[in-house]
């Protein structure tokens, strides 16, 4: 796992949108294990702001730690929209946040098929009450799929947070 420039970059923006509105956040993150929590809490003062995370790589843990559905990981599967959103909310509630990053995909080389390619990704924000998400479609290898999963996620929640405090 590495920490790019550009990536510290944006959790530093992060954490002072955070501040400047008082919020707290958390993370459940899948293909990137962590990846997200690990660059938020690189930055001195991150307890502040960041109440934790849920690394949740099995469907059992995705049910048990953040409150997914068994039918809707049985109907849509881990990677996917209604999942995600999901995660996002129940990371949300059972660590008492208004904030949230959730994270799940298909990071490669294997694991993909032909309606879910290496590289599909969902991401999903929780921003006071209100729950967003979006499908990509990353390229390149393991590392850079996550990698771009972990830009994504942190570029939208700034963009999220500015947005609402308008």
Known sequence: MVVTDKL???????????????????????CTG?????????????????????????????????????ELLDKYGAVSQPVVEQMARGVAMNLDVPVSIAISG?????????????????IAWYCREKTFSEAFRFAGDRQQVREQSVEVALSEL?????????
């Not at 510290?8 to 899948?30: F, H, I, P, V, W």
């Not at 294997?110 to 599909?120: E, H, L």
Request: proline residues 5%; hydrophobic residues 40%; charged residues 15%.
């Open 8 to 30: 510290s970059d944006l959790a530093l923006q992060l954490s002072l949108e955070l501040g400047r509105q008082s919020l707290k956040m958390a993370t459940a993150e899948s």
């Open 34 to 70: 962590g990846w997200v929590s690990q660059v938020l809490t690189a930055i001195p003062g991150s307890s502040d702001w960041f109440e934790g995370a849920v690394v949740s790589y099995s469907n059992a843990m995705k049910h048990r730690l953040l409150d997914v559905p068994c």
């Open 106 to 122: 298909i990071a490669g080389p294997g694991g993909g098929s032909r309606d879910k390619p290496v590289g599909t990704v969902h």
């Open 158 to 166: 700034i963009r999220l947070l500015q947005q609402s405090a308008t």
